[in-house]
């Protein structure tokens, strides 16, 4: 017992005068700073996040203003939830902030400092980021992209034509999973192992693995001193995933390499992995990317294109059901366009106003990853206060598209608003940024919104739908809304009213 006290009395004293410290620094500097509510010695304001993560800084931002700090265990960050600091921090000062910070579990990672999604404003970032919007997802593979969505949006709907037949329900969320998780590894390897979907399943759960572990560290064991000891054993477990999925994309681009493949002609005939191959090898290259960095991004690829779209077609899918007058409208705007011989396609959304709308809305109400991330890297002035450099923002995208000064009856699924006023989704309009703005913008859009119209269009225009356990589908959001996306099942029955393969 003495031994213990002897201990612990060093240890506590010293956190203590750390602490004291600390206030005392802080209450020194010069400078107006957001305000924060009153914090907890250690823990900050980690007890002040009841709910998910989004809500709870909705309502202290109630309390404390569109710009905050608020302190999780030993990080600070300030909190942004208007139109105005958005502007400010992705357009005004875009530059300032255009670097980010890893999301918190950086002690299980496989792929040390190899991140694309949270590296910071550096050349590899840039080289990247040039890559997607030049070559990866743009022109010639997002031809390629929409024609793999339109073939496994058609493998979609036979296999629910025969559930129907069947009277059998399906998971709506899991039958979504398989496709979009296809789609996406076709895009990254299709030209080769196009045949071999099984390994994209195999990604999935590892990627799904790692993810389920992670997602069992909460926001203080996550920004708290206790991640480093994993006490639970997650760590492990995210690490022993990561390492699965390593072997399978090692294995996968040695195949590549071995077969000389990525030698092909042009563009058009090219995969991603192709392309970032070919990057790879060459030696003229001002900035050398490393195989780390190629898996790491594939990985982080997976993780940012599958679940977003999954989770956005399945609440979209959950509030056609919810709203039969809504649904009802939907349908004879595709009956009118599309008609009764073929399939919805992508080439038929330009004509579909409000399919668009119903996709704005759902984005709206329902965004997969509602908190944006960005790393300051100069002292500024945001919205009239001072923010040093090095500080983490969030960006609270749930609170600033359910603004009751830019969307009436903002709770509520209306996708009618965008009919009238039709906000850029390019996020130019403030009030409406579900893929995020500026240099860090989501450069998947351009692949994710043609795949949701032609998904919700063709399972508006084939099927009924009734929900399994109950009249409402559940569309509550999951998860603690930090990390990303979080799907969960939507268990009904599809009751086709429309066969577009039969002869
Ligand atoms: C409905 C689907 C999707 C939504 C709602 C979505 C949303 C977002 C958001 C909000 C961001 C952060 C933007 C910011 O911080 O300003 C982001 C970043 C990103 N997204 Fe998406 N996304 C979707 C689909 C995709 C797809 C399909 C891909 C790729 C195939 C993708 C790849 C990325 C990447 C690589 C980044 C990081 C960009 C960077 O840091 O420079 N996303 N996404």
Redesign the pocket.
């Known amino acids: 017992m003495d031994y213990l006290q002897h201990l612990l009395i060093p240890i506590v004293s010293t956190l203590l005068l750390l602490f004291l410290l600390k206030s005392f620094r802080n209450s020194k500097s010069t400078g107006k700073y957001p305000p924060s509510p009153p914090a907890l010695p250690f823990i900050g304001h980690l007890h002040l996040l009841k709910s998910r993560l989004p809500t709870s800084l909705e309502n202290l931002a109630k309390r404390y203003g569109p710009l905050m700090r608020i302190r999780l265990g030993a990080n600070e960050f300030v909190v942004a939830s208007d139109e105005k600091s958005a502007r400010e921090i992705?357009k005004t000062f875009d530059a300032d902030f255009a670097s980010?910070f890893m999301p918190g579990l950086t002690n299980f990672h496989l792929y040390e400092d190899s991140s694309?999604?949270g590296?910071p404003y550096s050349d590899y970032?840039k080289l990247m980021?040039t890559l997607?919007m030049t070559r990866l997802?743009t022109g010639s593979q997002l031809d390629r992209f929409i024609g793999i969505g339109e073939e496994e949006t058609c493998k979609l709907i036979k296999l629910l034509l025969m559930r129907s037949k069947a009277g059998e329900p399906c998971d709506l969320t899991e039958e979504l999973s398989e496709v979009t998780n296809n789609m996406?590894y076709r895009m990254i390897v299709g030209r080769r192992c196009s045949k071999n979907l099984g390994q994209a399943a195999e990604i999935r759960n590892f990627i799904l693995d790692s993810l389920e572990h992670a997602a069992k560290f909460d926001l203080g064991e996550m920004f708290g001193p206790l991640q480093k000891f994993d006490l639970f054993g997650n760590g492990k477990k995210i690490k022993s995933a990561l390492m699965g999925y390593d072997r399978l994309i090692e294995q996968i681009m040695k195949d590549y390499e071995d077969n000389d493949l990525n030698n092909c002609g042009n563009d058009h005939e090219k995969d991603v992995m192709d392309i970032l191959l070919e990057t790879y090898k060459d030696t003229n290259a001002k900035v050398k990317l490393t195989r780390d960095q190629i898996k790491n991004f594939f990985m982080?690829?997976f993780m940012?294109?599958v679940d977003?779209?999954i989770a956005?077609i399945r609440t979209a899918m959950a509030e056609l059901i919810n709203h039969p007058n809504i649904l009802k409208r939907l349908r004879e705007e595709i009956d009118s366009v599309v008609g009764n011989n073929r399939l919805n396609d992508e080439s038929s959304a330009s004509k579909l106003p409000y399919l668009q709308a119903v996709v704005m809305e759902t984005?709206r109400l329902h965004?997969?990853?509602p908190i944006?991330?960005r790393l300051s890297r100069k002292d500024s002035k945001i919205n009239g206060f001072d923010v040093k450099k090095g500080s983490r923002v969030f960006i609270n995208?749930h609170t600033i598209m359910r603004d009751p000064n830019h969307y009436e009856e903002p709770e509520k699924f209306k996708p009618e608003r965008f009919l009238a006023n039709r906000a850029e989704v390019k996020g130019q309009d403030f009030h409406y940024i579900?893929?995020?703005?500026?240099?860090?913008?989501?450069?998947?859009?351009y692949?994710?919104i043609p795949v949701?119209h032609l998904v919700i269009g063709a399972l508006i225009q084939c099927f009924d739908w009734e929900v399994k356990d109950g009249d409402k589908a559940d569309n509550k959001a999951k998860g603690s809304g930090y990390s990303g996306a979080c799907p969960s099942p939507l268990m009904c029955y599809p009751n086709a009213r429309f066969d577009p393969f039969q002869e």
């Open positions: 992705l980010k694309f999604i590296a970032w980021k997607c997802f996406i982080e690829i940012a294109g977003t779209i956005a984005l965004h997969p990853s944006l991330r995208i579900p893929f995020g703005s500026g240099r860090r913008a989501c450069p998947g859009s692949l994710a949701m």
